[in-house]
């Protein structure tokens, strides 16, 4: 190819790019945030030209942080340095949220619409992509409650693919209010804490099923109804039908699925349940109400009042030596200023005083998916050993 | 469980899932957005109580709408009714763009923030969940160029979990500039297009193998650097480099690392290459530079300027006998309304004047992932047969 030639096919591609670029971005130049810097502080930048005020919130704050706007209009503020994790954040342009349009990195959420910032550690953290083998993760169709078709997300194991006949245990994790079920795998990272923690022989390679947490939106989505609006239920028949929905879900649709179609040991010794928040409390919802499915159970920032244990767990109370005998692992933990901790603790005294074997882990920080990684690493540790 | 037990339960229910909502949502009453109304009006919904003007814009639209304020701070408008498919929309607020905060569906995206609306048929759309056998989406990471670790999103078709040793052709699908690996499958809905035509026995079952565009801005991101900030080049030695480095990881990471780990077939005839956008450039000069190892070729929205096709691949129209006994198919699609329509139709006349054989077709509309899924449908049906 000759200097002219280069030249020309030059011209053309940047012509190109400029025109798609004008397409997905009419609003001027280009702005790179977040950026990490070398001293874990992070440049954060917006380009509004007209805004007013532009502030910064982010889970690594106490409170949102007013940006300073340059001559061409780009606001910009740089804090920290921030402990390293990932942390959702959002703009607050003249009081309006909004996305970093700049990040491709995003929290599914139903309701919260925030970007992710990954501050990365001196040595790599335990959900970083580091040079170790990696599974993958599967988003699978399955036919699930009345008839709808929902959707798992499923992480294998390195060497799935090519292990022919070895069968894994499998961990059913199950997200919060208003997320999706692919918030474990692009929040929660799941699937990279795995990868690292098998690489390092400290857990147990498995199978993690990341279900969505209510069937019955989506019956309604797939219905052609738009989500009930009172979807966190006013009416009780409503809230009974919810809850039951998704039991009836993951024991009897995703479960059978999982184990149709991919090389799960189908017993209870090799099935683990978790959940984060509304998926905690459906976590031991379903596992106290089948106590023949699970042996090993992960609650993450969530609990049951007393009332429930009394009620419709009785069982689980009344006799601690069959309760202990049936499960392998009762885990409960919270941060201490999540706005449940103090409910989460009554259900430690709970347990304590019913004499059922748990282990509690109470770590800084509030209801946050910064805490919920540290329970997922801490927890994958213990499972099917 | 008795009436005072339920009542008990629901109440702490209640109130566990309105404290979980006020973290996630902390700004007043649910809004449904978007309702997709029975005679194909859409109704969009934002809650701002203090904002100003509150405007929709949407690719179903020729112009931005204006919203209208309730008693309580929802804007809201009805727009349509809208021919069926699915389309990119956001609001803008006093004059910031915002995705729905309401709408779980995103348009992935480094640049565009955007929520997309469905709008069913009547009869279901080629891109709807139908109740047929699906295949599923993995997400893949592998061995990339310089070291990095590439991700990849990967279709397989129904049945091929089960099937043992059935082998099936690949096809390579490359998204535009500031897209991403997700973009085939989140917008062009590329799995369900694959699974409807294959259920009806127009496409043969095949792999779909879905790269990132931009290797270059990936290893930038792994190795602690923001992405350049002329990402699309004003750098001769940079833009020859990134255009190279997408080659490479194709051809020499991909394509190795999809036929080891899945059952591809691995010759020329079984695997076709095609894109949109930047994906469509980077198909032509990917395929053009690769005579030997695609049979066929999409070009979506897309094409190379003469000199280009002169110059590096001048191959391509010197001897078109050889160049039409190579590839099976040659396919450039393009809406009439597209900002590249012009050039992309003087790339047509420049094959038919080398009499290049290839299937061309013109479409209503614009640089559109509306046109993208039609584009798709309508290729599927021709490849590997």
Request: charge should be positive.
């Amino acid at each position: 190819m000759n200097r002219k030639t280069i030249a020309g096919v030059l011209f053309i591609w940047i012509m190109l790019c400029i025109s798609v670029v004008a397409w997905a971005q009419p609003r001027g130049p280009f702005v790179i945030s977040p950026q990490v810097n070398a001293d874990k502080t992070v440049t954060f930048r917006y380009l509004a030209p007209l805004a007013k005020v532009v502030k910064l919130s982010g889970q690594f704050l106490k409170s949102p942080v007013e940006m300073t706007r340059d001559s061409i209009g780009i606001w910009s503020t740089t804090v920290g340095p921030i402990t390293p994790d990932i942390y959702p954040y959002s703009f607050q342009v003249d009081g309006v949220t909004v996305m970093d349009p700049a990040n491709v990195a995003y929290f599914p959420n139903e309701r919260l619409k925030a970007s992710l910032v990954d501050v990365p550690g001196d040595t790599p953290l335990i959900h970083a992509m580091r040079d170790v083998p990696h599974g993958n993760v599967t988003y699978e169709y399955y036919p699930s409650v009345e008839g709808s078709t929902g959707t798992v997300v499923v992480y294998t194991p390195p060497g799935y693919n090519k292990a022919s006949s070895t069968k894994y245990p499998v961990f059913y994790l199950i997200s919060g209010t208003t997320d999706t079920e692919e918030t474990f795998f692009k929040v929660g990272r799941t699937n990279l804490i795995l990868d690292n923690l098998i690489a390092e022989g400290k857990a147990k390679p498995m199978i993690v099923v990341m279900p969505y947490g209510n069937p019955m939106a989506r019956i309604a989505e797939q219905q052609g109804k738009s989500k009930p609006a009172d979807q966190f239920g006013r009416d009780s028949e409503d809230a009974i039908k919810r809850a039951k929905l998704f039991e009836t879900d993951l024991v009897n649709h995703v479960i059978p699925y999982i184990e149709k179609n991919y090389r799960a040991i189908p017993n209870k010794d090799n099935r683990a349940i978790g959940g984060f928040s509304r998926g905690g409390g459906q976590t031991l919802r379903t596992a106290f109400g089948n106590m023949d499915k699970f042996s090993w159970i992960c609650c993450y920032s969530a609990y049951l009042f007393t009332p429930e244990m009394e009620g419709t767990f009785k069982h689980i109370g009344e006799n601690p030596e069959a309760t202990n005998k049936q499960l392998k692992l009762l885990w409960v933990s919270v941060g201490d200023e999540d706005f449940l901790y103090k409910s989460t603790v009554e259900f430690l005294d709970y347990l304590k005083s019913k004499n059922i074997n748990h282990k509690s882990l109470i770590t800084p920080g509030g209801h946050t998916w910064m805490n919920v990684k540290t329970y997922v690493a801490e927890t994958a540790q213990l499972l099917f050993k």
